[in-house]
């Protein structure tokens, strides 16, 4: 089985859990830097995102701050967003490295019955060609659905 592919904002799905693509870059405030494509739409919806996902991601203590996949969580809106980082610098071009990895990490942390729905990872700001990028998502399952959102 594999995801299910939609035209449409990730954010307008009934879903067990948001994931968008990110990257590592924490600013001298201690927030993630969120400021082109999914990210950026994902910060303005959840404005205690950007800090709240730095400080996740500045407590892994791993070099470059690599994390692969993180579940920020809001306890006070019981809102959760999960984060597939896919560059270091929010200047770089995405990796395919990095969104396997994170990929990786998300296929091991998710529960069996949840739903998932993820912009189309790196075609973006990212700046790979979707054909690039396709290998990787057909070996997601249906319980993905990835959105492409028309700019």
């Excluded at 201690?30 to 205690?48: C, E, H, I, Q, S």
């Amino acid at each position: 089985m594999t995801p299910t592919f939609k035209s449409g904002d990730v954010f307008g799905a009934k879903t067990g859990l948001y994931v968008i693509t990110a990257n590592s870059t924490i600013d001298s405030k201690g927030a993630l830097v969120m400021g082109t494509g999914a990210a950026k739409d994902a910060a303005t919806r959840f404005p205690w995102l950007p800090k709240q996902a730095g400080d996740a991601i500045s407590s892994i203590g791993l070099p470059n701050n690599d994390y692969g996949f993180i579940v920020v969580r809001n306890q006070k809106k019981s809102q959760s967003v999960g984060l597939l980082q896919v560059k270091r610098h929010y200047s770089e071009k995405a990796s395919l490295i990095l969104l396997g990895y994170g990929l990786h990490v998300l296929e091991f942390w998710l529960p069996s019955k949840m739903s998932v729905a993820m912009n189309f990872p790196c075609i973006g700001a990212g700046g790979l060609k979707p054909e690039v990028v396709l290998p990787l998502l057909m070996e997601l399952d249906n319980r993905y659905t990835i959105y492409t959102l028309e700019r």
